[in-house]
């Protein structure tokens, strides 16, 4: 029997859903839903299941998608079939140029009884992989009713989630007790789990394992010989505020480097380019494909999964989310599989543990504000032993990640349908 408040969460949530397509049609029309795949949403799959085994991977946004990439290649076996859901639009359009051929993706369900029945019903797996911080009540509670194994994998719980799920112990309680196996991202996140009852396992982030982003070599080879002898800052996954910030840092660096923007929604590309022009950069977009001639200063790289392109084709990351309260950074792991040299501001609670573990190895550096950017990013590229050391200490840094997730995939297996 649920507890009082997930009963009643259930009962709300049953009483709500005639209003879900209402809300999910709006949605779509300000871009946040696919209108095409909108019955996924409510639990409709679009496709058959295909016959036996099946294992199901969900990971909400972007990043929680790409870092299940691993498990995915890891659990790829002949007769075994791999779903894998997401929750936004830009995750989707990037695991369907990363899952490999055969791996199946649609939208996860939203949380309501009606949708969340139709889509186990159809899927019906034997086993769920969840990462991160998706605690979806009915959802965990009805793949466990339904005898399906289950694991939430690389688990991130804020303060402020702890404190709510303790307001409802017996809930927190509940809905924990259904994962088989709980495998905390950090210490901080796995004293959290375990005061709401949680019998945690290993640490294990898998946002700090995996392979090298990809990158399409005619298009390096291209990009390299558009920006000819010049050295290249790239701006990576930047968000609202920050790009001026930045590009202001690097107009006092005042190194003649070219600087490449790339938002962490490409959507705004032209709003950035707008702003580095009001600066008195001269700027190319390369989603409107306007050529990187030399005398471009900027290049707003406002594309989906080319990311693997730009830290390769880089002499310096600054990476985004770091400079505006509230973001909390993204994954410093991705420039350093590259031993690309890594800066970082302040912000960075989302990783803090591998930020703080890479700045005490000099696998990064850390800047407070601006003109400590500029600072640094002058003394990067006019010191020329200073950043291959740091893009060295990065690569060695991200490639002993590697044995936590061996331990990881021995503790999953059990779990997986034969």
């Given at each position: 029997?649920?507890?009082?408040?997930?009963?009643?969460?259930?009962?709300?949530?049953?009483?709500?859903?005639?209003?879900?397509?209402?809300?999910?049609?709006?949605?779509?029309?300000?871009?946040?839903?696919?209108?095409?795949?909108?019955?996924?949403?409510?639990?409709?799959?679009?496709?058959?299941r295909p016959p036996g085994p099946l294992v199901w991977l969900h990971g909400v946004s972007v990043g929680e998608s790409l870092s299940l990439l691993p498990l995915v290649e890891a659990l790829a076996k002949p007769g075994r079939t791999l779903l894998v859901t997401s929750g936004t639009r830009t995750s989707a359009e990037l695991l369907a140029r990363r899952l490999p051929a055969g791996v199946i993706?649609?939208?996860a369900p939203i949380d309501t009884p009606g949708a969340v029945g139709r889509f186990l019903g159809h899927w019906r797996p034997g086993a769920v992989l969840q990462v991160e911080s998706e605690l979806w009540p009915n959802l965990i509670l009805a793949a466990r009713a339904r005898g399906a194994r289950m694991a939430l994998v690389s688990a991130r719980m804020t303060a402020k989630s702890a404190e709510g799920w303790a307001r409802v112990p017996a809930s927190a309680r509940a809905v924990l007790s259904a994962f088989d196996l709980v495998l905390p991202q950090d210490a901080e996140t796995d004293a959290r789990l375990r005061s709401l009852g949680a019998d945690t396992g290993p640490l294990l982030n898998l946002k700090t394992v995996g392979a090298p982003l990809p990158c399409d070599d005619a298009d390096l080879k291209a990009l390299k010989a558009q920006i000819g002898a010049r050295?290249?800052?790239?701006?990576?996954?930047?968000?609202?505020?920050?790009?001026?910030?930045?590009?202001?840092?690097?107009?006092?660096?005042?190194?003649?480097?070219?600087?490449i923007v790339a938002p962490r929604h490409p959507d705004r590309g032209e709003a950035v380019a707008a702003l580095l022009g009001q600066m008195g950069l001269a700027v190319?977009?390369?989603?409107?494909?306007?050529?990187?001639?030399?005398?471009?200063?900027?290049?707003?790289?406002?594309?989906?999964?080319?990311?693997?392109?730009?830290?390769?084709?880089?002499?310096?990351?600054?990476?985004?989310?770091?400079?505006?309260?509230?973001?909390?950074?993204?994954?410093?792991?991705?420039?350093?599989?590259?031993?690309?040299?890594?800066?970082?501001?302040?912000?960075?609670?989302?990783?803090?543990?591998?930020?703080?573990?890479?700045?005490?190895?000099?696998?990064?550096?850390?800047?407070?504000?601006?003109?400590?950017?500029?600072?640094?990013?002058?003394g990067l590229l006019?010191?020329?032993?200073?950043?291959?050391r740091i893009g060295r200490a990065a690569l060695y840094y991200a490639n002993r990640q590697g044995k936590a997730f061996d331990e990881a995939l021995a503790l999953i297996a059990p779990l997986l349908p034969a």
């Open positions: 029997m649920r507890p009082p408040p997930l009963a009643l969460y259930a009962a709300a949530t049953a009483a709500a859903e005639p209003l879900a397509p209402l809300l999910l049609r709006r949605r779509a029309a300000r871009g946040k839903e696919d209108p095409a795949r909108l019955p996924e949403r409510l639990g409709r799959a679009s496709i058959p993706h649609q939208y050295q290249v800052i790239l701006a990576a996954s930047t968000h609202p505020g920050e790009e001026e910030i930045i590009a202001r840092a690097v107009q006092a660096a005042d190194t003649g480097a070219l600087l190319a977009r390369r989603s409107a494909g306007q050529p990187l001639t030399p005398g471009v200063t900027a290049y707003v790289a406002d594309t989906l999964g080319e990311m693997g392109l730009f830290f390769r084709a880089c002499d310096v990351a600054v990476m985004g989310g770091s400079f505006v309260p509230g973001v909390g950074g993204h994954n410093p792991l991705e420039p350093a599989r590259l031993g690309v040299t890594l800066v970082s501001g302040p912000h960075v609670f989302n990783a803090a543990a591998t930020y703080a573990e890479m700045f005490e190895r000099v696998a990064a550096l850390e800047c407070d504000d601006e003109a400590m950017l500029a600072r640094d990013l002058r006019t010191q020329p032993l200073i950043a291959p």
